[in-house]
């Protein structure tokens, strides 16, 4: 049985390929100019080629995430916090919460067996998402995946008060004119970051800890600050790409949903 | 009796003079990271063209984000009180007034003699301020001031924009133009969504006959425009928008000797 997941983000789409619920391949590609459809198909030809299968031996197909509805050829679309939850579950050891952090946007979610019991978001604002860090990287000439690693040198604390990503980089090119430490400056960008995520985990209640996915999951500077801001574990999936949970959980439910059809 | 008074921004900084309540010399300078140099060159500026000298004025009010570091004032007041008190004397009709800036947007409720009975304002995020259209403008390539304009020639259309996040904002705004849309169609939709915002600034304190638009913004034609339509009044606005707080400054100055 062969099941494909595909999650279509805002930056990256992610291609999942189980066989029998095992995975066999993934591919990882950006989005860029053109259209959708195409490039979604490509990673997802890519994946398969990878994994050795050809197109037509594909059983089911799950699209997911904010771009899903384009996908003509996936044979059903579901929305991303299902499959998240799905993918979470899935993964070594079992959390009651997770977060998922992408371009554009934050969730905590309680994970309820595999399915999302609560909520909560970012307010429709870039502040506390990954599009923040990519606006703050900017001045500092640095990449968002280095900015993690150079954090980890800082020795002083300084903080950024503006909420406002806009604001926000202003008060960073200041920062920089008083001749601040880069290293500083991310430290402080991150702890910014994970006080708006701490205020997504404490409207969640009681969080010892929670397992966190998506890209913006690799980056170790981003995850200390989020375990030393809202004084919880951390735990970033190492068995996959913490980028692919939610592909892999589209192409668990879609190993699921196909069980179910061929049972009735 | 000659008194001034200055506004320090964020971006300019200016200093209006008046003699018994009249204006009689004006300067704007942008502002440095020297604040103190800032203020005086604003004076300076404003008593070349009153003619007047330094010794000549009697009270300096300071107002605005940076008045703490002006040493030469003899006091110092908030921009809110300064931008009521002067948008008042303009007009006197004038019960509401919206300042807007390049990172702040306030609305402000006055009385008859621009007294502030309320006020509310949003300085902690960037849509819905003057930062968000100077950021448009960074997109499309093209001026502040050409971007009024433009906006009422895309009128016909309606395109989504988020009216929450600038960030987002300029999001939208980077699919639509990718998509091959037309400028001036995603500049009306862009100031569509900051006339939302700036309107729901303006129904928390509420309108009455004459709202007096000032700061910089009041200077774009596509907000004001957008505004009179939605709120269905007529908008005053001053010969020079920008020095209306400094000008409220020298007012209160001019007052408090009396």
């Known amino acids: 049985m062969i099941n494909v997941g595909l999650d279509i983000g805002s930056q990256f789409v992610k291609t999942v390929v189980l066989k029998d619920r095992i995975n066999v391949a993934t591919c990882v590609d950006k989005l860029g100019s053109g259209s959708i459809e195409t490039l979604v198909f490509d990673n997802y030809i890519t994946a398969l080629q990878k994994a050795g299968i050809e197109e037509k031996n594909v059983d089911y197909t799950v699209a997911t995430g904010i771009g899903r509805e384009f996908i003509g050829f996936a044979d059903i679309q579901i929305s991303e916090i299902l499959c998240s939850t799905r993918g979470v579950n899935w993964l070594p050891p079992p959390t009651g919460f997770f977060l998922d952090m992408g371009m554009e946007k934050a969730i905590v979610v309680k994970n309820h067996d595999g399915k999302p019991f609560q909520s909560f978001r970012n307010d429709r604002c870039a502040s506390g998402t990954g599009r923040y860090l990519d606006i703050a990287a900017k001045p500092l000439g640095l990449s968002v995946e280095e900015m993690g690693e150079v954090s980890l040198k800082s020795t002083k604390e300084i903080s950024i008060s503006s909420n406002c990503a806009v604001f926000a980089e202003s008060e960073i090119i200041s920062l920089i004119h008083q001749k601040e430490k880069t290293e500083d400056i991310v430290r402080a960008i991150f702890k910014s970051m994970a006080s708006k995520v701490h205020s997504l985990i404490l409207k969640m209640g009681n969080v010892k800890n929670l397992t966190m996915i998506g890209g913006f999951a690799k980056n170790v500077g981003l995850v200390k600050a989020i375990e030393l801001e809202a004084g919880c574990e951390v735990i970033v999936p190492s068995i996959i790409d913490p980028q692919l949970v939610t592909a892999l959980g589209a192409a668990l439910i879609g190993s699921e949903n196909e069980k179910t059809t061929a049972s009735l | ?258």
């Open chain 2, 1 to 258: 009796m000659i008194t001034a008074g200055i506004d320090v921004g964020s971006l300019s900084t200016k200093a209006v003079i008046v003699a018994d309540g009249k204006p009689v010399g004006s300067g704007i300078v942008l502002t440095s990271p020297d604040t103190e140099a800032s203020a005086a060159n604003s004076m300076n500026k404003a008593l070349q063209q009153s003619g007047l000298a330094r010794n000549d004025i009697l009270h300096v009010t300071g107002t605005g984000y940076g008045r703490i570091n002006i040493s030469f004032a003899d006091k110092t007041t908030t921009e809110i009180a300064c931008h009521a008190k002067g948008a008042n004397a303009q007009n006197g009709l004038v019960r509401t007034i919206l300042d807007m800036g390049g990172q702040d947007c306030k609305a402000i409720r006055c009385d008859e003699q621009g007294r502030v009975v309320n006020f509310v304002m949003n300085d902690k995020c960037a849509a819905g301020t003057g930062r968000f259209l100077e950021r448009i403008a960074d997109l499309i390539d093209c001026s502040l001031e050409e971007l009024g304009p433009m906006s009422l020639q895309g009128v016909n259309k309606h395109l989504p924009i988020s009216s929450t996040c600038a960030v987002f904002a300029e999001e939208d705004i980077r699919k639509l133009i990718r998509a091959g849309e037309d400028v001036n169609a995603i500049l009306a939709g862009a100031f569509d969504s900051l006339a939302i915002r700036i309107q729901a600034l303006i129904d928390r304190v509420g309108t009455e006959e004459t709202l007096c638009f000032s700061g910089g913004v009041a200077k774009n034609v596509g907000i004001v425009t957008r505004l009179e339509k939605s709120l269905g009044l007529k908008i005053f606005i001053p010969i020079d928008p920008q020095i209306i707080g400094a000008f409220g400054a020298a007012l209160i100055g001019w007052e408090s000797m009396q």
